[in-house]
């Protein structure tokens, strides 16, 4: 069975950081990139970074670049997003995403095929 589950998540001041986690199992992790999307109340879902699990390469939203990193550790199969410099406009619920690699990095939430349940993102000003 496919499991994702996210952890990390919280209230911080804006400025501040957190660092979400995204464990993985029962499937291939090596095989698969994994995406962290966001959803804000009354907002679509938007990507926020993404990592091929095969050869690192790894994707930012505008928003995000320079603030957020993304980074997996294969042998856990877990991946981090490391979220610095927050602002109240990240606030949403995060969620994580896992989608078989197969032609480039996968920035859209329908080419997931999982998702985790999600993590509350809070950034007060």
């Known amino acids: 069975e496919v499991q994702l589950v996210e952890s990390g998540g919280g209230l911080v001041q804006a400025g501040g950081s957190l660092r979400l986690s995204c464990a993985a199992s029962g499937f291939t992790f090596d095989d698969y990139a994994i995406g962290w999307f966001r959803q804000a109340p009354g907002k679509e879902r938007e990507g926020v970074s993404c990592?091929?699990?095969?050869?690192?390469?790894?994707y930012y939203a505008d928003s995000v670049k320079g603030r957020f990193t993304i980074s997996s550790d294969n042998a856990k199969n877990t991946v981090y997003l490391q979220m610095n410099s927050l602002k109240p406009e990240d606030t949403a619920v995060y969620y994580c995403?896992?989608?078989?690699?197969?032609?480039?990095?996968?920035?859209?939430?329908?080419?997931?095929?999982?998702w985790g349940q999600g993590t509350q993102v809070t950034v007060s000003s």
């Open positions: 995403a896992a989608d078989l690699l197969d032609y480039g990095l996968p920035v859209l939430p329908y080419e997931y095929d999982y």
């Open positions: 990592i091929s699990n095969s050869d690192g390469s790894t």
